[in-house]
T-cell receptor
């Protein structure tokens, strides 16, 4: 089966600019996640969707980050305006309902904010 | 506050030299402990789920074990292709399904 697809793989922007990342999960996976991984750290959950509803966005900086999952499939994560500390890899993951902790990750989108 | 600490930060082994990676955790109620492998430039790849103390899981040269305070990932006779960063994560009963608390990982290098 096809894995989790993400784009773009790399993005370089100036601070205060905006950026958007796209994710297509594994077919049939109802749950979709966005994680942030700063260099040398483990991934940190930003937002979790179940179908097209938000389950957990408690760690999403809502003043600058937004995410949507229209029609319960693809998702986009947007940052506006970007700050230097947003430089990180943004990982999208999906999972089957009920499979606790067994996430399938995409290759990630690496963001550099100058 | 839930915490996950992995040690060592980096480990260099010769091919065939067995060793163990450690993951110590603090949670109010452990729902599950998970091991992932991450290759450079890639997303983490799921390896194991452990739910209760005493549980063990094996896959090829890897064996994961769990106690009430820590988990070990034992690597037997490693090969260069086992080189990667190994991440440990826990899920608290109070958290959502996807809110895994990850450690910083152990970077394993296996030299031929």
């Amino acid at each position: 089966e096809a894995g989790v697809a993400q784009s773009p793989r790399y993005k370089i922007i100036e601070k205060r600019q905006s950026v958007a990342f796209w994710c297509n999960p594994i077919s049939g996976h109802a749950t979709l996640y966005w994680y942030q991984q700063i260099l040398g750290q483990g991934p940190k959950l930003l937002i979790q969707f179940q179908n097209n509803g938000v389950v957990d966005d408690s760690q999403l900086p809502k003043d600058r980050f937004s995410a949507e999952r229209l029609k319960g499939v693809d998702s986009t994560l947007k940052i506006q305006p970007a700050k230097l500390e947003d430089s990180a890899v943004y990982l999208c993951a999906s999972s089957r309902t009920g499979r606790v902790g067994e996430l399938f990750f995409g290759e990630g989108s690496r963001l550099t904010v100058l | 506050e839930d915490q996950v600490t992995q040690s060592p930060e980096a480990l260099r082994l010769q091919e065939g030299e067995s060793s163990s990676l450690n993951c110590s955790y603090t949670v109010s109620g452990l729902r599950g402990l998970f091991w992932y492998r991450q290759d450079p430039g890639k997303g983490p790849e799921f390896l194991f789920t452990l739910y209760s103390a005493g549980e063990e899981k094996e896959k090829e040269r890897l064996k994961a074990t769990l106690t009430k305070k820590e988990s070990f990932l034992h690597i037997t006779a490693p090969k260069p292709e086992d080189s990667a960063t190994y991440l440990c994560a826990v899920q608290d009963y109070g958290g959502s399904q996807g809110n895994l608390i990850f450690g910083k990982g152990t970077k394993l290098s296996v030299k031929p």
